[in-house]
């Protein structure tokens, strides 16, 4: 068997003799032995990629070539890995973390473009890494790509230097004390609450599958990640039971009539979801995404509903509706899955409050009233010219 000289790799153009007594040559990166049958094997070490002796001459020009051409891919392979000790490096490091496998995969999916967006410096070194830099980072990112991106990739970089601190690949988290961007004021809101108007007339003009996928979210608060993952087995007699992709939080949603019927309308299907394309296969988010761009299209240039109409508006929907209807901002965040009570009034912050404002200030103007009697001084006495008071 051809075995490693000591101190150093095979270099080409050396020879020694095979198990047979042939002379072989000796290829750089390359392992050449006989295995147990006496036949001639070669591999590449980094790859363990083989090249196959019967079919290419050992030691003819096309065996080199093909050495080349192996070594030439391993190489090109090895300088597109990221730099130990850089931004892309600490990157990699996050990628391929459990933190980063257990994120929900709408938002694996998001901080992958924002790691997109720093490729070009992904060969700063850790040792340049400061708040300013980062901050510099985000700056950028909000010009190009806006506000809200930009805030993504601060929560992406934060994410990957929390993950490196304990590993010791960087001294702490630098986006620590880099501000959030702030909202444009002119900025329309993003995931808008649907009018009733606009929710009939979408229901009215989707695909069978498209409504099926609708009618899911409006009757239960799903998110379209969350819905389009329902599969059969998670429906318990009348309830859907499940966890919140993003959260973790447990939901049970009743089956409504309303939500009962849509999915009876719905065409037939093996798949193991409860909702499926027109392929008959479970849906992607994809493919949900890019079938409802193009119905949104059609039905904003026909002018049945206003601009701005997105599948993730409809949770905004839900909780808009719910408030309106007196729910408390704990009941509405256990129905969306969300761990905070803030989370549920952030959904429902456009709510029309009038009729509940108008009762609260009745209570506001009784208990103000019942405060002035209290606080109201009592009547002095008035004395009488022989000194008694009446």
């Known amino acids: 068997m051809d075995r490693q000289p000591q101190g150093g790799q095979r270099r080409a153009g050396r020879r020694h003799s095979g198990a047979a007594g042939m002379t072989r040559v000796r290829v750089r990166g390359f392992k050449i032995f006989d295995d147990r049958h006496g036949k001639p094997r070669c591999y590449h070490r980094k790859t363990g990629h083989a090249i196959d002796l019967t079919v290419i001459t050992f030691g003819s020009a096309e065996f080199f070539a093909e050495c080349e051409r192996i070594r030439a891919i391993s190489d090109a392979k090895e300088a597109q890995q990221p730099k130990k000790g850089t931004l892309a490096g600490l990157i990699e490091t996050y990628k391929r973390s459990e933190r980063f496998r ?76 880099v501000l959030k961007r702030r909202r444009p004021k002119a900025a329309p809101r993003a995931n808008r609450p649907w009018t009733r108007e606009e929710c009939a007339a979408v229901l009215a003009n989707v695909s069978p599958q498209l409504r099926a996928v609708i009618a899911m979210m409006m009757n239960t608060g799903l998110d379209p990640s969350d819905a389009i993952r329902v599969t059969r087995t998670q429906i318990e007699g009348q309830v859907i039971r499940g966890v919140r992709g993003k959260t973790g939080e447990p939901v049970s949603l009743p089956v409504t009539p309303a939500l009962a019927a849509a999915l009876a309308e719905a065409p037939e299907h093996d798949a193991v979801t409860v909702l499926a394309s027109s392929r008959r296969l479970p849906w992607t988010y994809d493919g949900l995404a890019s079938s409802w761009q193009r119905a949104r299209r059609d039905m904003e240039a026909k002018g049945l509903i206003g601009p701005g109409l997105t599948l993730k508006g409809i949770r905004h929907t839900v909780a808009t509706t719910l408030r309106e209807a007196g729910c408390d901002p704990r009941r509405i965040a256990d129905l969306l899955g969300q761990k905070t009570v803030s989370m549920a009034l952030h959904y429902s912050r456009d709510a029309n409050l009038d009729r509940r404002n108008a009762e609260t200030i009745k209570t506001l103007e009784k208990a103000n009233l019942a405060g002035t009697e209290i606080v109201k001084p009592p009547r002095k006495k008035r004395q009488t010219p022989g000194g008694a008071s009446k």
């Open 102 to 177: 257990d994120l929900a995969p709408r938002t694996r999916r998001d901080y992958m473009h924002c790691a997109k967006f720093v490729e070009k410096i992904g060969d700063t070194p850790v040792s340049r890494i400061t708040v300013p830099l980062v901050s510099g980072i985000i700056e950028k990112a909000s010009e190009r790509i806006g506000w809200r991106q930009a805030n993504m990739l601060r929560t992406f970089l934060s994410q990957v230097f929390q993950q490196c601190v304990p590993l010791g690949l960087i001294d702490k988290d630098f986006t620590t004390g």
